[in-house]
């Protein structure tokens, strides 16, 4: 009854529980968000804030590939922690900084984004990941 308990058994769990964050955050921001600005940016259609003076269009291709491909590596679990990394200053910068003076309502989902891809970059990959099976990390 207390196979839960055990640390192997814990560590199973924390294992799978990475899997699960990994696919869920990196799966949903790849298909909802980054795919989508890549299409936009792709076909001219440049509408993006540019908080550090790179360009408009620039920042969007920047960040939706960051969106697009890096969420699919983060799901993978390759190059985890560098790919969660930019990500996480992505969505520091757009929460801090574009997002400043608006509501909690309005900055919510880059708040979220930003939190689940900082536990991800603290907590690594984990053992059901290419990062494991490449380098033993």
């Not at 990196?26 to 890549?38: A, D, I, Q, V």
């Not at 620039?58 to 890096?70: D, H, I, K, P, R």
Request: hydrophobic share 55%; proline share 4%; with cysteine.
């Amino acid at each position: 009854m207390d196979w839960w308990l055990n640390s192997e058994s814990a560590s199973k769990f924390q294992d799978f529980g990475l899997l699960v964050l990994r696919c869920l955050f990196g799966l949903t921001l790849s298909f909802r968000h980054g795919w989508p600005t890549l299409a936009d940016w792709w076909h001219g259609e440049i509408s993006y804030p540019d908080p550090i003076g790179l360009g408009e269009s620039l920042t969007m291709f920047l960040m939706g590939t960051a969106e697009a491909v890096f969420t699919l590596f983060i799901a993978l679990g390759l190059f985890t922690r560098p790919a969660a990394l930019c990500l996480v200053l992505g969505f520091a910068t757009a929460f801090f900084v574009v997002h400043a003076a608006d509501s909690f309502a309005t900055k919510e989902l880059p708040f979220l984004y930003l939190s689940g891809m900082t536990a991800i970059f603290l907590l690594g990959a984990g053992r059901f990941s290419l990062d494991r099976f490449f380098w033993r990390v």
